[in-house]
């Protein structure tokens, strides 16, 4: 699977859009773009995924630029219960069989009043 | 998304017993789970994946013997760390793949402490 390379951390205020890059400049064409969070001490929670197209879902939406080399999570009015470390994974997926999550070091984000 | 449960949430033991940490898929039927461990301040770290029926696979230097997983039914995997000593303490998650969806579900986890 390909690698991702993310900030170690960011700061947002409360309540603007948090903005998290990253980068997967080798991802393979059967490679989806897989977002999680993990608050302190809980197991990770999915986010949104998606291949090439934007997407959006009740928690956030997912910005993958034309030659999928990098993709944007945002999140649109991030709230203090947002403050979480965000992971971005590349995994492939074909005729419905996944690969494994492997996860990165991620972005800690800090939404701050 | 699917509901996976983790029992205990922590737990402490002494060097040397073993310990069994049980994770299940409690709204949808798994035929893949996958175990993580987590040491403080760090990323999740993938142990195994197991398939319903048949033997774990584990990743490359995370020894099989010490780190005993059955999946015996769709919906119940469990890890037994044996002979536990302080450096297996750890936060353990395990993690539900559901063949017709492409998410993956994430158990809250058990922290594991050997004295």
């Known amino acids: 699977d390909a690698k991702t390379t993310q900030p170690p951390s960011m700061d947002c205020a409360e309540g603007r859009a948090a903005n998290l890059p990253c980068n997967h400049s080798?991802?393979?064409?059967?490679?989806?773009v897989y977002w999680y969070r993990q608050i302190h001490s809980q197991g990770p929670q999915y986010i949104i995924h998606?291949?090439?197209n934007n997407e959006t879902n009740e928690m956030a939406s997912l910005i993958i630029t034309e030659d999928r080399k990098s993709s944007t999570l945002i999140l649109p009015h991030a709230t203090l219960r947002d403050t979480a470390v965000y992971y971005c994974?590349?995994?492939?997926?074909?005729?419905?069989?996944?690969?494994?999550?492997?996860f990165g070091q991620g972005t800690e984000l800090s939404v701050k009043p | 998304g699917a509901v996976v449960s983790q029992h205990p949430s922590w737990v402490i033991c002494k060097s040397g017993t073993s310990v069994k940490i049980e994770c299940r898929s409690l709204?949808?039927?798994?035929?893949?789970m996958f175990w993580y461990r987590q040491f403080p301040k760090q990323s999740l770290m993938l142990m195994a994946t197991?398939?319903?029926?048949?033997?774990?696979?584990?990743e490359q230097g995370v020894e099989k013997d010490k780190f005993l997983i059955n999946h015996a039914s769709l919906t119940l995997s469990t890890l037994t760390v044996t002979s536990a000593h302080p450096e297996d303490s750890s936060f353990y998650i395990c993690?539900?793949?559901?063949?017709?969806?492409?998410?993956?579900?994430f158990g809250p986890g058990t922290r594991l402490t050997v004295l």
């Open positions: 993690s539900v793949r559901l063949q017709s969806y492409n998410e993956q579900f």
């Open positions: 080798t991802i393979s064409g059967n490679e989806y």
């Open positions: 998606g291949l090439k």
């Open positions: 994974i590349v995994r492939y997926m074909i005729y419905n069989q996944g690969g494994k999550l492997i």
């Open positions: 709204d949808f039927q798994a035929t893949t």
């Open positions: 197991s398939n319903e029926g048949s033997k774990a696979t584990y």
